[in-house]
């Protein structure tokens, strides 16, 4: 997949997260996400600081945290969700095209955020957000790439994952199997949520 063509899908999959999020009521925007820690409006925030987020920002945010990425990103979501939610869905409308991504990251980046963070918010308001095939392996590429920002990596180095419904696969050792919306969900280390879609007897590694 070409550039263009990654940009494209994750304009796509903005647009439809936006959709998503116009319809939920006050309630489902302060249900716990699949980010530990995390609203689905702290995660709905975080989503379009990819393209808002300035260079000087991260740099005084790394500093602040002394580096400790994972951490910085957690408070600057809780930052960014205290506007009205009039004002997060707006951004989506504001920035829609919008090419911009924090420097030193993949244009692949985007694409991976916007795809687990859609199924971050939907999965536990038990709304359907499907999960296109050829985008979600790309992400899944890029994921299992950057495996050990995400939870569980040793666990998934002891097993080989593939994809059902596209061609696939990493890693070695038993196998487990299943859709890619799975597979990138569990290369993410949503596993929890990722174990309904997946089977194999590498599961027991898992757990």
Sequence with gaps: MDVDEVWWHTHEQRRALALLLRDLSEDEWAVPSLCE????????AHVMRSVTVTPLEITIALARFHGRYNALVAEDARQAARRPVAE???????????RRHPFGTSVVDPLLDVLVHSQDIAIPLGRPHPMPIE?????????HRLGFLFTDAARRRQVEIRATDSEFAVGSGPLVEGPIRAVLLLLTGRTAAALPGLDGPGLERLT
């Design 135 to 143: 985008p979600a392996v790309v992400a899944a590429r890029r994921a």
């Design 88 to 98: 997060l869905l707006a951004e989506f409308e504001r920035h829609d095209g919008s």
């Design 37 to 44: 820690g995390w609203t689905v409006r702290e995660v709905a």
